[in-house]
């Protein structure tokens, strides 16, 4: 079993319309998790984090985290074609040193916004 | 600004020679990692590193070393390329003292293996 998964897609949604991506991971000690937009031929960018169970909204961007369901997800409101990309779900653990950190990704889900 | 840089970009390579991709940050971050990314798999992670003289394998190590002499540099050595490592590297550094911390990514680096 993979430590991070996610539905590769591709995922295609009209312009405007929510974009929902989503993302597993298998270990329970993790503590933190991000999301990375990584456009064709360019390195990934953050586009959100999130640490405690709920929901974390930024902007158009809104991650859900379930410590329980060990599941991630990302949403996407009023999906703008610029939103067109791979979106790599991350899962950062402490390692026992102090300030440590192994941080693993999943293989990504390509979005397409189409106008 | 710090940066985090990666060189070369782009590298042709034949089969079974010693290649070694350079990273350097200037974030002063002891988290350094490396990462290969192909078609459908992601990104995996090669080697970290915590720290100066601190090295770790990732999923997909066999064939990679990784050497961390000061805090700014973690290069990544193949020892023996092979068509198999034919990919896009990525290197990354994140800070230390909170778990929570963005990784910053390097603009990667195009390998080819011939």
């Known amino acids: 079993q993979k430590e991070v998964e996610q539905n590769s897609g591709p995922l295609s949604v009209p312009e405007g319309a929510i974009a929902s991506l989503n993302c597993t991971y298998s270990d329970r000690v993790s503590q933190s998790f991000f999301w990375y937009r990584q456009y064709s031929g360019k390195s990934p960018e953050l586009i959100m984090s999130i640490y405690s169970n709920g929901d974390k909204e930024d902007g158009r961007f809104t991650a859900q985290l379930n410590k329980a369901s060990q599941y991630v997800s990302l949403l996407i409101r009023d999906s703008q074609p610029s939103d067109s990309a791979t979106y790599l779900c991350a899962v950062n653990r402490a390692a026992g040193i102090q300030g440590a950190q192994k941080l693993v990704f999943g293989q990504g889900t390509r979005l397409t916004i189409n106008p | 600004d710090a940066e985090i840089t990666q060189s070369p970009r782009h590298k042709i390579t034949e089969t079974g020679r010693q290649v070694t991709l350079a990273c350097h940050q200037t974030?002063?971050?002891?988290?350094m990692f490396w990462y290969r990314q192909d078609l459908g798999h992601g990104l995996r992670l090669i080697h970290y590193s915590y720290g100066v003289h601190d090295t770790n394998k990732g999923e997909v190590s066999d064939g990679y070393s990784v050497s961390r002499s000061n805090t700014e540099d973690l290069p990544l050595t193949l020892e023996s390329a092979a068509s198999s490592q034919t990919s896009v590297y990525f290197c990354?550094?994140?800070?230390?003292?909170?778990?929570?911390?963005?990784?910053?990514f390097g603009q990667g680096t195009r390998l080819t293996v011939v």
């Open positions: 974030w002063n971050h002891n988290n």
């Open positions: 990354a550094s994140s800070d230390t003292g909170v778990v929570n911390t963005e990784a910053f």
